[in-house]
């Protein structure tokens, strides 16, 4: 299976600042997704990021808030923009092994980016 | 969009003890897997089955993906088998996008 890592693995902001998080996979993957999981809670998908196009937002999400890198396709970044503490949350990265279109479809995460907005 | 339900919500039990994590959701789909969240936040892959059986040591898993439903089976359970326990599905038409449920947190007393 990818091996994927995130940057920061965690990290303490103010209010009103932005941080990027980083997402790097050790092969080659065509579909990157990124997920949010507030406390108590469980895994929502923030966005879809494929490589040569623009990120594809879920409902709730939008690219001023969250924008998206994907400059090739073992790298991805996702800012947090003008934080509050309702964005404190851990954020993760994952990857889709298998074609898409083929039978062999799983999923793997990064070990996630623990935030904290004061 | 598709809905998914994870029963119980929350399972305390003695180590050695065996349970039975339901996962139902509301439409076909192409992908269903189990996950187990530890303390840290990992997401550790548990099982990739959308449909029929898979065993990989004390756990179990089987999707009947014609009734909407598969079944996480953990036999004589350790400590370290506490967690948070995640089914997510991939529906026909969601094109990789998983959707959660909103988990079954499991803890085992020695």
């Known amino acids: 299976s990818a091996v994927i890592s995130q940057k920061p693995s965690r990290d303490i902001c103010q209010r009103g600042t932005s941080l990027t998080i980083q997402c790097q996979v050790d092969?080659?993957?065509?579909?990157m997704f990124w997920y949010r999981q507030q406390p108590g809670q469980s895994l929502t998908l923030i966005a879809t990021?494929?490589?040569?196009?623009?990120?594809?937002?879920e409902s709730g999400f939008v690219i001023d808030k969250f924008p998206i890198s994907r400059p090739n396709l073992t790298f991805s970044t996702l800012t947090v923009s003008n934080m509050s503490p309702e964005d404190s949350s851990i954020y993760l990265c994952?990857?889709?092994?298998?074609?898409?279109?083929?039978?062999?479809?799983?999923?793997?995460f990064g070990p996630g980016t623990r935030l904290t907005v004061l | 969009g598709i809905q998914v339900e994870q029963s119980p919500p929350d399972l305390i039990l003695q180590e050695g003890a065996n349970s039975t994590l339901r996962c139902n959701f509301s439409?076909?789909?192409?992908?269903l897997q189990w996950f187990h969240q530890n303390p840290w936040g990992q997401l550790i892959n548990l099982f990739y089955?959308?449909?029929g059986t898979k065993q990989n040591g004390r756990l179990s898993a089987t999707t009947v993906a014609t009734e909407r439903y598969s079944l996480l089976y953990i036999s004589s359970s350790q400590t370290t088998d506490s967690g948070v326990y995640f089914c997510?599905?991939?529906?026909?038409?969601?094109?990789?996008?998983?959707?959660f449920g909103q988990g079954t947190i499991l803890t085992v007393h020695p």
């Open positions: 994952s990857v889709e092994e298998g074609a898409r279109g083929s039978s062999y479809n799983e999923q793997f």
């Open positions: 092969s080659q993957v065509t579909m």
């Open positions: 990021a494929n490589q040569g196009s623009e990120a594809t937002y």
């Open positions: 439409d076909s789909v192409n992908n």
């Open positions: 089955i959308p449909s």
């Open positions: 997510a599905v991939e529906g026909r038409t969601s094109y990789g996008k998983l959707t």
